[in-house]
């Protein structure tokens, strides 16, 4: 079990109460004067998230409060775990988003530096299994997006699809290097080709061929230098998470799989890194993808949509009854709606209003932009089917998808998310780093949907 969870109480459990701002007044006057003396002597205020650790006649801490603004507002325990003191605690509400964002909250990355404090413990006294497999699987993601490209390169990162496959009998297949070209994968190919680390396509598959088929599709761009179009210092540095997509999916993945939901799960990483060498694919090259359709590189550097390509027209061979893909696509997406808030396309109507539901209700939003068609034409090429690269990059984030849209049937149910993988600032549950970002939305959307 997780070592933020415990599972049986005792009686050295701390209670930690969440007391609303607006019943604070109220919670204190019911108070004895002891705690009254101590809120008021050590300056207490009824802020949202503030926290008041208060301690009894001996001086042990015996009581917790923290003031939310709403009982719904489960991040406000997400900073808990590292603020309080080592120990086991119990709060006042049982409701599971509570676990996961003390879960989530208590994430460290420790592969190269050893952690310095554990996490407080939590009390999980519901859903236990749930929480633990949102938590694990977030956990997941978060650990291959972290992890340096020398040690998560394409084939560390079929590694790592191995091996999450592995305890569930799922079966992985890959496509490596120069068979590719032979499997018809030229995009997937010319993009990797350059690096040592051969490029490959990433084939999970897993459940009863007699349910409905889902198929996620993540970006795999293990490390990103822009290629010939190469990015400058700053826009390389973060460039480690250009595999951000396919971890989501992988991760996604995990918590299906771990709650065997009733479908027939796919999912296909082209996994590359987009790398500088005399073999390096060049700006002004146009490559055959596996549908037929020659693209021109306009830029290397949106090398990303290339190899999406390719993993689409699989995909979608199978005509799967939901497509989703996940990648980190554009910065254009982030100029548009920052770095918090996943930009989403699809033309299903259902699907786009159900999807946002459901990460309203998780708090893991997603907002959809339109899959506008006009600026279709920005793609266009005087020598091939479609350009990699729009000459203006206005809009970058729609032109992008209309990209992907060519390569999925027009009938079929997809959905494209672009978005950041990454938190650049620590948010109470959501530490600076790797992120999951509209996957627990993603999933309550299909446990909805297909769960008996
Ligand atoms: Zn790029």
Request: glycine share 8%; proline share 5%; hydrophobic share 45%.
């Amino acid at each position: 079990m997780l070592n933020c969870f415990i599972t049986e109480s005792s009686a050295s459990i701390i209670p930690l109460n969440l007391v609303l701002q607006t019943e604070y007044a109220a919670w204190l006057a019911k108070q004895d004067p002891f705690i009254k003396h101590w809120l008021d002597s050590t300056g207490f205020r009824n802020d949202a998230g503030s926290v008041a650790m208060i301690p009894n006649a001996t001086g042990q801490l015996s009581t917790v409060i923290c003031c939310v603004k709403a009982m719904t507002d489960f991040w406000s325990v997400g900073s808990l775990p590292f603020l309080l003191p080592s120990g086991c605690y119990r709060l006042n509400v049982t409701d599971s988003q509570f676990a996961i964002a003390w879960g989530l909250g208590s994430y460290q990355y420790t592969r190269y530096k050893k952690s310095l404090k554990k996490p407080a413990q939590l009390l999980v006294e519901s859903d236990l299994d749930y929480v633990t497999n949102i938590v694990e699987s977030i956990y997941l993601v978060r650990d291959l997006i972290n992890t340096p490209t020398d040690d998560m390169g394409p084939s560390e990162l079929a590694d790592a699809a191995v091996a999450l496959a592995k305890p569930f009998n799922a079966v992985v297949k890959q496509i490596v290097g120069e068979d590719l070209l032979k499997e018809n994968y030229a995009s997937i190919y010319t993009v990797g080709r350059a690096c040592d680390d051969a490029p490959r396509l990433i084939d999970l598959r897993w459940g009863d061929k007699k349910h409905p088929k889902v198929t996620l599709v993540g970006k795999g761009v293990c490390f990103d230098t822009g290629g010939l179009n190469i990015k400058v210092a700053g826009g390389m540095t973060l460039m480690k998470k250009d595999m951000g997509g396919a971890a989501h999916v992988l991760g996604l993945a995990r918590m299906i799989m771990e709650a065997k939901l009733p479908i027939q799960l796919r999912v296909l990483i082209p996994a590359v890194e987009n790398s500088v060498s005399g073999n390096a694919y060049r700006p002004g090259d146009v490559i055959t993808s596996r549908k037929g359709l020659t693209i021109e590189v306009g830029n290397t550097d949106a090398e990303g949509r290339v190899v999406l390509a390719d993993a689409l027209t699989e995909a979608a061979s199978e005509n799967p009854e939901l497509l989703i893909d996940i990648a980190t696509l554009t910065g254009a997406a982030r100029v548009a709606l920052g770095t918090e808030l996943p930009a989403m396309f699809t033309n299903d109507e259902k699907l786009a209003a159900d999807i946002t539901a459901y990460g309203v209700q998780e708090q893991d939003p997603v907002w959809r932009l339109p899959l506008f068609a006009l600026y279709r034409d920005a793609l266009n090429s005087s020598i091939a089917d479609i350009n990699n690269n729009t000459a203006d990059g206005y809009a970058g984030a729609i032109t992008a998808a209309l990209f992907l849209k060519e390569f999925v049937p027009n009938e079929m149910s997809w959905v494209h998310f672009d978005l950041m993988a990454w938190n650049v600032k620590a948010r109470p549950g959501r530490p600076q780093g790797g992120e999951a970002m509209g996957v627990r939305g993603l999933f309550s959307y299909l446990n909805a949907r297909y769960k008996k």
